[in-house]
């Protein structure tokens, strides 16, 4: 089946920094793609939705300058997490659409731990 | 506004017996609905996606089933095997490339 991938699988930084991760469609192109937070038994958050070529479209809650979104290709997608804090910890997922298909492919998730 | 129910929230099951999860939609102008599974801190994974137009997918032991006039999904798992233990979760996107819609989940536990 398609596959994404997700860069870093775990990461853990200071606060005050900031982590860049990447979400990329191996054998797919995505026009759409989604980034997601979950704590721990929870259930997933949709923090926003990445069209290639243009500006993220960000849920009521989600700091569009906190948490800066790139499409930039039909095949990856990165999410900043600016000056971090230790709230910010979380496991993010990123999702893709695939075009032709219409399915919606997950990552395996980041976990981000801010100290 | 489209809302996912599923029930029940926990089932727990011994091994090799079939069992039924249940997702409800509130709004049946969806433009298709997707089955997923999730191990604990992981992402998901997916299992089945049935088009608005179809009334059934099947891949191994699973089988999914959609009623868009009474919105209603059910998940069948023949066999269950404590590999299967995991939460599973359906989702609509109310059409083309919008977020996911997503029920909270059924947590299952098979147990050997």
């Known amino acids: 089946g398609a596959v994404v991938s997700q860069h870093p699988s775990r990461v853990i930084c200071k606060s005050g920094t900031s982590v860049k991760i990447e979400c990329r469609s191996l054998?797919?192109?995505?026009?759409?793609m989604f980034w997601y937070r979950q704590f721990p038994k929870k259930s997933l958050m949709l923090m926003a939705t990445?069209?290639?070529?243009?500006?993220?479209?960000?849920e009521q809650g989600v700091e569009k300058d906190k948490f800066l979104i790139n499409h930039a290709s039909l095949t990856l997608s990165t999410l900043t997490v600016t000056s971090a804090h230790p709230e910010d910890s979380s496991f993010y997922i990123c999702?893709?659409?695939?075009?032709?298909?219409?399915?919606?492919?997950f990552g395996p998730g980041t976990r981000l731990t801010v100290l | 506004k489209q809302e996912v129910t599923q029930i029940p929230a926990a089932l727990s099951v011994p091994e090799g017996e079939n069992l039924v999860l249940n997702c409800s939609f509130t709004?049946?102008?969806?433009?298709?609905l997707q089955w997923f599974r999730q191990d604990p801190g992981k992402g998901l994974t997916s299992l089945l996606l049935?088009?608005?137009?179809?009334r059934e997918q099947t891949s191994g032991r699973l089988n999914a089933s959609l009623d868009k006039s009474s919105g209603r999904s059910t998940l069948y798992i023949a066999a269950s095997q404590p590999g299967d233990s995991a939460t599973y979760l359906c989702?609509?996107?109310?059409?083309?490339?919008?977020?996911?819609?997503f029920g909270k989940g059924t947590r299952l536990s098979v147990i050997a």
């Open positions: 054998d797919f192109q995505a026009t759409t």
């Open positions: 049935i088009q608005s137009s179809q």
């Open positions: 709004d049946s102008a969806i433009y298709n």
């Open positions: 999702s893709a659409r695939d075009r032709n298909t219409d399915t919606q492919y």
């Open positions: 990445s069209n290639e070529g243009s500006k993220a479209t960000y």
């Open positions: 989702a609509v996107p109310p059409w083309g490339n919008t977020p996911l819609v």
